[in-house]
């Protein structure tokens, strides 16, 4: 049998979902009746958004060949899926919108598929739209990849136009897998999920050797054995098979129960036979944004934990510690990828297993030099060591890409150089759309500048951001203090220069946010020692006076006086409810 393993990959909404229905359909991989739109996306959440947040396998029969999608997202905040998928397949589909055209997110896709040696087939999408335009776009994908104008194809996802001349293309271009099958078996993991009744399940690519159902299986990174309890492929539900075959995409049932057993980018051999030597797996993931994850119901601690660790096993990029926070109890530090990706967790963990989190304010990672000279990494504001301490501070930069209409430059450029962006250089992609390229401290894009750019462009911007280093910084730490009690997940660290108005709008913010209560509650944001703005609640009053009628006033004063000596002594013992939502609503400040 012929196979051919591919991926779809483009930018947020260009339709890279859409298109695989419609492969779903020509390929009769799936009945009409079963079909639905977006068929291969699983979650709730992803249909609710809009957006592909998990990669996902499909196998399809075409003519004599046998083809592996790998759908894929587009959102810069899960890359990782889509750096794993191109590790697992010989050729890529790199889709663009006949509308909008190439894409922040599009070039640095295309780049990763290039760095793997990919054949790539480049493809206008959405030629139905009204406002489409396929030549300019198609003029903008020659000059990109340097190809003929035929090499391009036109299609549409939503009608089905061009889908057979995109499957002929991979059969044509993108070469069948390379392997071994009379090698020792060597299987790539490149995704995970937890069945509660059957453990672990690996998503493999088959590299060298074949695998049976019902053998012993040896991981040799994380140096477990096992059995392979089913084996099969994704039509796209789980379909068992006798055997996978080099060359192969499918899944292995390998019934552990721990987690931790297993890892993404660990190599599948067979047990008791000579070792080979392992697969390269994949690079380190290094995240961007930490925040804090305390489940509301102290109680519900051990529930989180086991969560957290089911959906790591889902979620490569996503990574923990334990902590523990006097005001919130035991929880966990999580590094994240953008704060789309912080969301995600978010709502997953509520909807698949009905915990109920807090998320305490995000920041980045800085490296601090203290007086002893250590070189500490600091993820959480509350760990930042006294000031006395403290010799150096640094910061992580991103090199920030926006692609953007040229109309938009001169507003993109200040919001930029606003946020502390070093302005690098300009590309012209085409007669009205630039390339803009700024070098940026990381902390100034994670939270509202997504949501600025879009609005200063009205939607037409997009951006992608690489990790490129840390530079030396003036930076402090605000701590905020609720009735005089700091509390460690509202602390944060910001430019010294920005200290003040950033203090100032944080407590302004936080006095709408908390609710009143029965005594007065000062909201102050300090810096060291020293209180530089403040905010009060003014507590509830109650009409103790109700039920008087007429008669002497001094009663009506002795009531009062009364509820007067009882506030300052709920204000001296009285504790602040914060409640959750606070927190993830001080992110978007």
Not at 534 to 561: C, H, M, P, W
């Amino acid at each position: 049998m012929n196979y051919r393993n591919f991926v779809i990959i483009a930018h947020v909404d260009h339709g890279k979902s859409t298109l695989a229905d419609r492969m779903l359909e020509l390929t009769q991989t799936v009945s009409d009746r079963e079909m639905k739109d977006q068929l291969l996306d699983q979650m709730d959440l992803e249909r609710e958004r809009g957006i592909t947040i998990k990669l996902q396998p499909v196998r399809m029969r075409y003519g004599d060949y046998i083809l592996n999608l790998i759908d894929t997202p587009g959102h810069v905040d899960f890359s990782y899926e889509v750096s794993r998928s191109l590790a697992a397949v010989e050729g890529a589909i790199l889709l663009v919108d006949a509308s909008q055209g190439v894409q922040a997110q599009t070039l640095s896709t295309l780049y990763q598929a290039i760095d793997q040696n990919l054949a790539i087939i480049p493809v206008i999408n959405k030629i139905d739209l009204p406002h489409a335009e396929p030549e300019r776009r198609a003029q903008e994908l020659v000059k990109l990849l340097g190809c003929p104008p035929d090499d391009i194809i036109f299609a549409s996802g939503k009608t089905g136009a061009g889908v057979k001349e995109i499957l002929n293309r991979v059969i044509q271009i993108v070469p069948a897998p390379a392997g071994n099958q009379d090698k020792p078996l060597r299987a790539l993991v490149f995704d995970c999920i937890f069945d509660a009744y059957r453990g672990v399940v690996a998503y493999v690519r088959i590299v060298d050797g074949n695998l049976d159902d019902q053998v012993a299986i040896r991981l040799i990174q994380g140096k477990k054995e096992t059995e392979s309890l089913e084996v099969g492929y994704f039509r796209p539900g789980r379909e068992r098979s006798e055997s996978l075959r080099t060359g192969e995409i499918g899944y292995i049932v390998t019934g552990l129960k721990e987690v931790s057993d297993i890892g993404i980018g660990d190599t599948v051999t067979v047990a008791g036979k000579l070792h080979p030597e392992p697969l390269p797996g994949y690079r380190v993931v290094t995240p961007m944004v930490f925040a804090s994850l305390y489940a509301i119901d102290s109680d519900q601690y051990p529930a989180l934990r086991d969560a957290i660790g089911k959906l790591k096993l889902n979620d490569a990029s996503l990574q923990y510690v334990p902590e523990h926070s006097p005001a919130l109890g035991f929880g966990f530090r999580c590094g994240f990828l953008g704060m789309l990706h912080l969301e995600i967790v978010i709502e997953r963990l509520q909807r698949e297993y009905g915990i109920e989190v807090i998320a305490t304010v995000p920041s980045v990672a800085y490296q601090i030099t203290t007086t002893d000279g250590q070189a500490v990494e600091v993820q959480n504001p509350a760990e930042l060591p006294d000031i006395t301490r403290i010799t150096g501070m640094s910061e992580p930069w991103v090199k920030l890409e926006v692609v953007t209409p040229q109309s938009y430059l001169g507003a993109i450029m200040d919001l930029s150089v606003g946020h502390r962006g070093a302005y690098q250089h300009t590309q012209f992609l085409d007669e009205d759309r630039v390339l803009l390229s700024f070098e940026i401290p990381l902390s100034e894009i994670v939270v509202s500048y997504y949501d600025e750019l879009k609005s200063i462009s009205s939607g037409y911007a997009s951006m992608s951001y690489d990790l490129i280093g840390y530079r030396s910084a003036d930076l402090v730490k605000i701590d905020i203090l609720v009735a005089g009690n700091p509390v460690d997940a509202l602390s944060t660290i910001v430019p010294r220069t920005a200290s003040v108005s950033i203090g100032r709008t944080m407590v302004e913010k936080l006095k709408e946010l908390i609710p009143k209560h029965n005594f007065e509650v000062a909201i102050q944001a300090a810096i060291g020692g020293k209180v530089i703005a403040r905010e009060t609640i003014s507590a509830f009053r109650k009409d103790v006076t109700a039920k008087l009628y007429g008669g002497d006033v001094t009663r009506k004063n002795k009531l009062l006086e009364k509820q007067k000596k009882g506030k300052k002594k709920m204000k001296r013992f009285g504790n602040v409810d914060i409640p959750s939502n606070v927190f993830i609503d001080l992110m978007k400040r």
